[in-house]
């Protein structure tokens, strides 16, 4: 089994035994991905330490410029993503905030904002309501009164 195998099959055992066999840590594939890549987008936090652990090189790219870190980002994996955080270049760093919609700490930041009350929902409704009315588009505005209808029915209940 090659170490590619072992970590899309996410065997950490089988990856730790092949390290420690003397095993390449950073082959690429042919998309030019590297073991830590494929780890780091599939959400694989064991094996990405695991892979960093035993040499693997996180500033590597694939063929489309993007680093695993990068990779952790952009399929929302911020454990992972705080694993390769420090190894990244400040662009690369400023590029995973931005994918995970975070701050600097991905462990105490929510990872998207919370929803508005739904006070506001109603509001925000009601002058998308409005505005549609006034363009001529009556279906926003049939849309909202059936929602009212159906509120002050289910507290009339």
Known sequence: MSL???????????????????????????????PLIVAAENGHEALVRTLLAGGADPSLTDRMGESALIKAAAHEYPRVA?????????????????????????????????????????????????????????NPSERLERLHRAEKNSKKS
């Open 82 to 138: 705080a694993l390769l955080y420090p190894h990244a270049s400040e662009d690369e760093q400023d590029m995973a905030r931005t994918l995970l919609r975070v701050g600097t700490d991905f462990f105490n930041l929510p990872r998207a904002p919370p929803p508005p009350p739904d006070d506001f929902r109603r509001k925000l409704a009601s002058a998308s309501a409005y505005v549609s009315n006034k363009l001529g588009d009556s």
């Open 4 to 34: 590619f195998d072992a970590v899309a099959a996410g065997d950490l055992a089988q990856v730790e035994a092949l390290l420690a066999g003397g095993a390449d840590p950073n082959p690429f594939d042919s998309d030019g991905r590297t």
